[in-house]
């Protein structure tokens, strides 16, 4: 499945029938059923809400690790009540979301109860968007960060090779009146599959973003992914979230470093072999006001100063219009997705 949205000739699908489209093929390549399920609720939901980037273009490198070895897809997280605010995952070798969502209910229950709580996940794969595993927790009122290393892709401002991976950090806060505050960031200068779809689409990147083999300076995505490497955002600043991402994600789990596993002994590996951290808080145990309220307030004086588009307000228009009128994919893409179900 080389390409998405390739063809000029379009169609459409459900978001319901995308998603089973989607559990269909990991079931045929080697997941459990309830990997699968997880595992296409959040493919599809990012194809949904127009990032692309984690969408299904994100199938192919899932197939491939799976048909590597690398990753088991039948994995079942082993979930260890570990403290009156601490919940730990072996995620076993699998996929960090059915991790999450083996522990989500009781680390919901520990955030009520304590006020906070904290999910660790190690010995895990993370090969899609961040947001979709915060946004829940503020659906439910409460507040939610999370972190994820990746494979090592990223020179640390003023290094001369690179060591970090893309290392994302992602957050969600409930609001009174409208749909949560989310959003979710690479601490690199941008996400390595937006610079994988510039090359496949022939467009240069802007400057900053990566340097080529030789650590010169480029803006040309294909000679990032030849050996290249990306930078952080903001230089310094960047590169100090980046480094608390490896330690938060890594050291604090007992996952691997973005450096600490090898993904050539799996020829078709894709996917990081690395760790999560994700963060609940009952933000009305803190101030003791109405936490949602105070959230609104600030979005109406953001609005008031002049700042119209809120965190994940793109991704919630593309939602609507998609729940609404179908998802919209090249007929190839469609095509390909329907030979791999029935593969």
Not at 25 to 38: K, L, N, Q
Not at 176 to 181: F, L, R, S
Not at 226 to 253: C, I, N, Q, R, W
Not at 289 to 302: C, I, K, N, P, T
């Amino acid at each position: 499945m080389p390409s998405m949205h390739d063809s000029q000739t379009t169609r459409t699908i459900s978001f319901a029938d995308l998603t089973e489209l989607l559990r269909q093929i990991f079931v045929r390549h080697g997941t459990s059923p309830e990997v699968a399920r997880v595992l296409a609720a959040n493919c599809a939901a990012a194809e949904r809400d127009g990032s692309h980037s984690h969408g299904i273009f994100r199938i192919k490198g899932y197939l491939s690790s799976l048909a590597a070895g690398w990753v088991d897809g039948q994995a079942e997280p082993k979930v260890e009540d570990v403290g009156a605010a601490f919940v730990r995952v072996d995620a076993m070798g699998g996929f960090a979301q059915p991790a999450m969502q083996a522990a989500k209910a009781l680390v919901i229950e520990k955030a009520r109860n304590a006020g906070i709580a904290i999910l660790a996940i190690r010995n895990s794969h993370h090969f899609a968007a961040l947001w979709p595993d915060v946004e829940p927790f503020a659906q439910e009122g409460l507040v939610a960060l999370s972190v994820v290393n990746s494979m090592t892709c990223v020179v640390p401002h003023g290094a001369q090779k690179p060591l970090f991976g893309t290392n994302p950090i992602a957050f969600a806060a409930p609001r009174a009146d409208g749909q949560p505050i989310v959003f979710d960031m690479a601490t690199s200068a941008i996400a390595h599959g937006d610079v994988q779809i510039a090359a496949r689409e022939g467009r240069m990147l802007a400057p900053g973003m990566g340097v080529d083999r030789n650590g010169m300076p480029t803006k040309d995505p294909k000679a990032i992914l030849d050996g290249g490497a990306l930078l952080p955002f903001g230089g310094y600043k960047g590169s100090a979230l980046s480094m608390m991402v490896e330690l938060l994600s890594a050291a604090l789990t007992g996952g691997n470093f973005s450096f600490e596993f090898d993904m050539s002994t799996s020829p078709g590996a894709q996917t990081p072999w690395t760790g999560q951290v994700i963060i609940v808080i009952d933000p009305d145990k803190g101030s003791g006001q109405a936490f949602a309220e105070r959230s609104e307030e600030l979005v109406r004086q953001m609005h008031g100063v002049g700042q119209q588009r809120m965190p994940g307000d793109r991704r919630y228009r593309q939602r609507e219009q998609s729940l609404k009128e179908g998802i919209v994919l090249s007929a190839d893409d469609l095509e390909r997705l329907e030979a791999l179900a029935r593969v």
